[in-house]
């Protein structure tokens, strides 16, 4: 089989393993091995950890890469990473910030590092596929919640402070609404502090002035 064809064969998946690609093409793995490579060589995959490719020509996608780094955990893009995603930032994030329920951890791939989180199962959620993000990437409420919420956790490598960020028209009852799901109560008010301190910091640096009514996030519904 010509490389051409066998990428063609490739084009429509965003990841693939080596054996899988043995698989669906009907050659044997270390033929297929070689003409990954290959394809590699040419910039037509991008290898990540050993035997798992990301298929395609374009800059390695942030959703993609984390479903590698979190295997075979379930995982998706929070915090700053989702923020650009939802184009609530600018500025673009030196890592590709993820939450899973496995275990944290700092992972390179594609050329990228990829920053697991670990949240407990009843705060996992929030999450959709995005085509953007080219895997599972948090709302903009999820996003925010996520980073207050491990901040609180003493996670030494995430603050509760964001860079310039968009914050109109965020549903704040939404992000209230997870604190509710913390299991930990005595976390709950730390992390409420935390998105507080957010919205402050926001209005103060757009020079807004928050509702008296609902300064607080307490007295969100």
């Known amino acids: 089989m010509k490389t051409a064809a066998f990428y063609r064969k490739l084009a429509d998946r965003s990841c ?9 093409t009907g050659l044997r793995v270390p033929a297929a091995s070689m003409k990954l490579r290959r394809l590699a060589a040419e910039g037509l995959v991008i290898p990540l950890k050993r035997g798992h490719w990301l298929v395609g020509p374009a800059a390695p996608r942030a959703g993609a890469l984390v479903a590698v780094a979190a ?12 923020l650009r995603v939802h184009g609530r930032i600018q500025q673009i994030p ?11 951890r700092e992972v390179a ?11 407990a199962p009843e705060v996992f959620g929030g999450y959709d596929y ?8 948090a709302s903009a409420e999820k996003a925010i919640f996520d980073l207050a919420y491990l901040a609180a956790m003493n996670r030494s490598r995430v603050g509760a402070h964001l860079p310039e960020t968009d914050l109109r028209g965020l549903r704040w009852s939404e992000v209230k ?13 730390v ?3 935390n998105l507080q301190r957010i919205r402050e910091e926001r209005a103060s640096a757009t020079g807004a002035t928050l509702p008296d009514e609902t300064r607080d996030l307490n007295y969100i519904p």
Do not use: C, N
């Open 177 to 189: 609404a997870w604190v509710a799901r913390i299991p930990a109560q005595s976390m709950r008010p």
């Open 71 to 82: 295997d075979p955990y379930r995982a998706y893009l929070s915090g700053w990473s989702a």
């Open 94 to 104: 030196r890592k590709h910030f993820a939450v899973t329920l496995g275990r944290p």
């Open 109 to 119: 791939l594609g050329g990228t590092e990829v920053s697991l989180h670990h949240v």
């Open 130 to 137: 995005d085509s953007r993000g080219d895997g599972f990437v």
């Open 191 to 193: 992390v409420l502090r």
């Open 16 to 24: 693939t393993t080596t054996r899988e690609a043995a698989q669906l």
